[in-house]
């Protein structure tokens, strides 16, 4: 049974750091490209952050140079570091696995970003 697992979301105030872990099961994970997304109310769901099976990370220009993406293949997990948080970053925050045709997707994880 495929899961992708999401943690540690939360409140946090304007510039302050989160980090997001994603545990994977149930799938080949090292196979896999694993890939940030959010999701703000009334808003469609884009992409944060990407990091390929051979480690290619990709950032959207809203998040580059605040967060890190990175993936521990012996954990089968993957992580989002945020940094620098702005209001503007509040969203759902959901973990996805893609590989060819093939794409999972984790239940989401909440993150506020507010005084």
């Known amino acids: 049974q495929v899961q992708l697992v999401e943690s540690g979301g939360g409140l946090v105030q304007p510039g302050g750091s989160l980090r997001l872990s994603c545990a994977a099961s149930g799938f080949t994970y090292n196979s896999y490209d694993m890939g940030w997304y959010r999701q703000a109310p009334g808003k469609q769901r884009e992409l944060a952050a990407k990091?390929?099976?051979?480690?290619?990370?990709y950032y959207a220009d809203s998040v580059k140079g605040r967060f890190t993406i990175s993936r521990d293949n012996a954990k089968n997990a993957v992580y989002l570091q945020m940094n620098s948080l702005k209001p503007e970053d509040t969203a759902v925050y959901f973990c996805?696995?893609?590989?060819?045709?093939?794409?999972?997707w984790g239940q989401g994880t909440q993150v506020t970003v507010s005084s």
């Open positions: 996805r696995a893609a590989l060819g045709l093939r794409n999972y």
């Open positions: 990091i390929t099976s051979a480690t290619t990370t």
